[in-house]
């Protein structure tokens, strides 16, 4: 499955399930007292959430993170060596 990121929703409503990929750009909106991000999807959709700029940084950066992959030999002989 793709990497999917859920969001509180903007204003009421239900919470919205994004998949980071799709996202292009994003930027800071607010309306009527409320206040989130309009996610600029793929195909030109637009989306509004209820996080902030900050948040759905954080949720793109912690999705392309991947750990370093470490060789199984290697990971044998540190074991062997505590």
């Not at 409320?34 to 030109?44: N, Q």
Request: proline share 7%; hydrophobic share 40%.
């Amino acid at each position: 499955m793709s990497n999917v990121a859920v969001f509180k929703p903007y204003g009421r409503g239900e919470r919205v399930y994004v998949v980071l990929a799709n996202i292009v750009w994003f930027e800071p909106y607010s309306s009527n007292c409320d206040s989130g991000t309009k996610l600029h999807l793929v195909e030109e959709v637009e989306l509004l959430v209820g996080e902030s700029p900050n948040d759905v940084a954080n949720a793109i950066e912690l999705i392309s993170y991947s750990p370093p992959i470490i060789d199984p030999q290697l990971e044998h002989f540190v074991a062997q060596c505590k």
